[in-house]
Each structure stands twice: as C-alpha cells, then as structure tokens.
C-alpha cells in the first residue's frame, strides 16, 4: 500500500498565496512521477502540474507563471507553490504520484484532497 497526506489547502484572498504539500509513504521500490490534480464544483478534474523524476515540469496554461511544482526526493514529498492565487483557482487539490511497486509494477495512488479556496 502506499499513501499520500496532503496538507497546506485554506482560505485566501485573491493574490494571495498558498503552499501545498504531499508526502508520499508505504511500500514502494521508488516514485517516478508526481502532480498535482484539482476538481471545482460541477468541472471535471485537471491535471494542473506533474514533475518528472528528473525535475522536468509542465503546467496547465492558466497556472504557469504563477505555480510551481516541486519535490524532495529523499522526504518523497512534492510540493505546489502557488501565487497569485485567484478565484477560478478554487478547487478540491489532489496530489498524485506513480510509484514502482516490490512487485515490479508501476501503480498510481492519490491522496485525500485539500480544499483551496480563494475569496475576498
């Protein structure tokens, strides 16, 4: 099994910022890719962010420039730096993450999610 806590979601204002973090535990050999997903009311859920094993990043058009994606390998926690926070921002955040399992396999797991909430 392998688990993923998520921390770091609240209320901000607009322009705001905030700082998400996932730590990833439990039975793997490694983790290869990790990201961040989120989900607004009534929307489907999005890929916002992902990083590669090797720190490569991509992000969705409408947080680049504004969110960073990173990760501490020997924690296996990743992290979102998010700024300039807006109200479209406002969703239920989920961290992600790809992991090799003991059997050889690659699984993905999620987390719990963290509400991030942008108002004024």
């Known amino acids: 099994q392998v688990q993923l806590v998520e921390s770091g979601g609240g209320l901000v204002q607009p322009g705001g910022s905030l700082r998400l973090s996932c730590a990833v535990s439990?039975?793997?050999?490694?983790?290869?890719?990790m990201g961040w997903y989120r989900q607004a009311p009534g929307k489907q859920r999005e890929l916002v962010a992902v990083i590669t094993t090797s720190d490569v990043t991509s992000y969705v058009d409408s947080v680049k420039g504004r969110f960073t994606i990173s990760r501490d390998n020997a924690k296996n926690t990743e992290y979102l730096q998010m700024n300039s926070l807006k109200p479209e921002d406002t969703a239920v955040y989920y961290c992600?993450?790809?992991?090799?399992?003991?059997?050889?396999?690659?699984?993905?797991?999620w987390g719990q999610g963290t509400q991030v909430t942008v108002s004024s």
């Open positions: 439990g039975s793997f050999l490694s983790i290869l890719t």
């Open positions: 992600n993450a790809r992991s090799i399992r003991y059997s050889g396999r690659s699984a993905d797991s």
